[in-house]
């Protein structure tokens, strides 16, 4: 237990609203993604941190916008949301360092409903 | 970009055979992953290969990382019904990238009973 905890797990909202996933480690690893998982698609980066207020974009940002104002807190921001969105949501944590060694951490998940 | 084609796709088996998948990959990686995904739940670490033609196992999982740096297999031995999930590879370069993975699109194991 990589001590992730995503929030919420679930949620169903309509097509226009802005939402937020949260994402908190209790690990202080540095590095944070977000992830969405489709059918036939498997996991995709959406975003990821590399550090208090450093972001970059993954393959599938569009739509998508992060903030990370604390070591522990990384969230995940719908701004208008759409049904193409709808998905499962996983946050990802590793210490980034050779001691890491690249192995990733995984939330429980988020299971977002765009109506 | 990098991709990771992972076969079967899915795969269904009586309980009690050997089970086995692989990766292969476009590029040269540095480090093979293998993860489990039950339902509902997030994807989990079984195993870590860092070196080419690396053999390692986790109690009936076995793993390899292919001499080529560009493909890992994942062997299972006498599957039990608790051994039903997805199965991903995921793949990286140690310290490039912002330590991200490129993930297989999973293989998804029913076991029955």
């Known amino acids: 237990d990589a001590g992730i905890t995503q929030s919420p797990r679930h949620k169903v909202t309509e097509t226009g609203t802005p939402v937020t996933l949260r994402c908190h480690q209790t690990e202080n690893h540095r590095y944070m993604y977000w992830y969405r998982q489709d059918p036939g698609h498997g996991l995709r980066l959406i975003h990821y941190s590399y550090g208090v207020k450093d972001t970059d974009k993954g393959e599938v940002s569009d739509g998508y916008s992060v903030s990370r104002s604390k070591t522990e807190d990384f969230l995940l921001t719908l701004e208008s949301a759409t049904s193409s969105q709808t998905s499962v949501y996983f946050c990802a944590t590793t210490g980034g360092s050779p001691l890491a060694k690249n192995i990733q951490y995984f939330g429980a998940g988020t299971r977002l409903s765009v109506l | 970009g990098q991709q990771l084609n992972q076969s079967p796709q899915s795969m269904f088996i009586q309980e009690g055979e050997d089970v086995s998948m692989n990766c292969t990959s476009s590029?040269?990686?540095?480090?093979w992953l293998w993860y489990k995904q039950d339902p509902g739940e997030g994807p989990v670490l079984l195993i870590a290969l860092y070196k080419a033609g690396e053999l390692t196992s986790n109690g009936r999982l076995t793993a390899q990382f292919g001499i080529t740096r560009k493909d890992s297999f994942l062997n299972i031995s006498a599957s039990i019904p608790s051994d039903v999930g997805i199965y991903f590879c995921a793949g990286s370069i140690s310290g490039g990238s912002n330590y991200k993975l490129t993930f297989g699109k999973g293989t998804l194991l029913t076991v029955n009973p």
């Open positions: 590029s040269i990686f540095n480090t």
